[in-house]
């Protein structure tokens, strides 16, 4: 046996991968136990099982080179150790990183949806200042000695200052538009009608309904 083992020592390749093997194994066990720890739940079944499957492939993967090759079977254990150090000391920027970026685009989709809202409160409010009819019907809806009508003013200042920005307040203030002109309707008289892109949609949803 002794004989066997010396006739083959590791190849420079197989050690290659060998390394590889144990990099991606402590590092991904250690990511991903830390990412389950800091998660709400803390869940800890899922911290001992990552830790567990990093080491059932890391334990093999030093010990058995290091009966062909002590040396090899030490790199590798160095390797390990260091990796999983550099990934516990990493792992909670990388964590940051990612719910950096998700909240980026969580924020983008959600304003891209207050974008719409906003073009149709507007698109509501414009009928009061360009259709005849109801600035003729309405007046109180384009005085701004109204508080209402000048809460509705500076509620649509605030909404297009984050208009385009990826800003989370962005949402909220299109909601406070929308209040504030629904709040200036009711104090005029008008009836909230919904907004045109609104009626197509609705009419297009009637169309395509199945009799």
């Known amino acids: 046996m002794p004989g066997l083992v010396e006739a083959a020592p590791l190849a420079a390749s197989q050690l290659l991968v060998l390394a590889v093997v144990v990099v991606a194994a402590a590092a991904g066990s250690v990511y991903l136990a830390r990412k389950h720890l800091a998660a709400d739940a803390g869940l800890p079944d899922a911290v001992f099982w990552d830790s567990f499957a990093g080491f059932a492939v890391v334990a093999p993967a030093v010990i058995l080179p290091s009966l062909v090759s002590p040396w ?46 906003h073009r149709e409160a ?11 009819g109801y600035c003729m019907d309405f007046p109180a809806m384009s005085d701004p000695a109204r508080p209402e009508t000048a809460s509705l003013i500076r509620a649509m200042k605030a909404a297009e200052q ?50």
């Open 72 to 117: 090899a079977g030490l790199m590798l254990g160095l390797l390990a150790a260091g990796t999983a150090g550099a990934a516990y000391r990493w792992t909670p920027r990388l964590i940051g990183w990612q719910g950096a970026r998700r909240t980026v685009r969580e924020t983008h989709a959600a304003n891209g949806v207050a974008a719409v809202r």
């Open 122 to 132: 507007l698109a509501r409010w414009r009928r009061y200042e360009l259709d005849p």
């Open 162 to 211: 984050l208009r385009g920005a990826a800003d989370a307040g962005y949402g909220a203030a299109v909601d406070r538009l929308e209040c504030a002109l629904a709040e200036a309707e009711r104090a005029a008289g008008a009836p909230a009608f919904p907004s045109p892109d609104v009626h197509r949609r609705t009419a297009g949803l009637t169309a395509e309904a199945p009799r």
